[in-house]
């Protein structure tokens, strides 16, 4: 899906792309560059161009000066790439709702719509040992799949017969 959605866009065109992580834009309190901006969760992943990359590179030529941005402006590493992007470079979030981060709950509280559009979805993300991806449901108990990677196999593979009747289950509540 990642690949479809990206060969539609030009690498050349200085791109920022991913899931806005709070419903509002992020006020900066100090002076210089004072403003509102948007920054997309990491863990939901993002997506630079070509273009964006090369724009960055005075800023981030090694991972220390990336570090030292993130610790002078007193901002975690999504904030401050958002803040350089914007700021610095003019460069603005595209968002787009296909990017899943750890932090989502449920990912849509219906259960078939969840089916029907998993495989439009670009990224899942999520933060392991602590949270296992919240939004996927549990195809699986979780003794034999506590990390709910066979849960995503079936999700990506659902013509599979075995996986056809677990996901028959969860939509409709049954158990064998």
């Known amino acids: 899906m990642i690949s479809e959605y990206l060969s539609k866009l030009d690498f050349n065109y200085p791109y920022y792309i991913g899931r806005n992580s709070w419903n509002i834009s992020f006020k900066r309190r100090k002076k210089s560059h004072s403003g ?39 901002y975690p590493d999504d904030i401050y790439l958002a803040f350089l992007l914007k700021n610095y470079l003019n460069i603005s979030l595209t968002k787009n709702f296909r990017f899943h981060s750890h932090l989502e709950r449920p990912l849509f509280n219906d259960k078939q719509e969840f089916i029907n559009t998993f495989d439009q979805q670009i990224t899942f993300g999520f933060r392991l040992p602590q949270e296992v991806s919240q939004y996927l449901p549990n195809l699986f108990s979780k003794d034999i799949d506590p990390l709910r990677m066979r849960t995503l196999h079936c999700l ?10 677990r996901i028959q289950n969860y939509v409709f509540n049954t158990v064998e």
């Open 156 to 165: 990506l593979y659902a013509q599979l017969k075995d996986c056809q009747k």
């Open 36 to 74: 509102r901006f948007w920054f997309a969760t990491l863990g939901a992943g993002v997506c630079l161009s070509k273009r964006t990359l090369h724009m960055l590179e005075p800023y981030t030529r090694t991972v220390s000066q990336f570090i030292d941005g993130c610790q002078r402006e007193y």
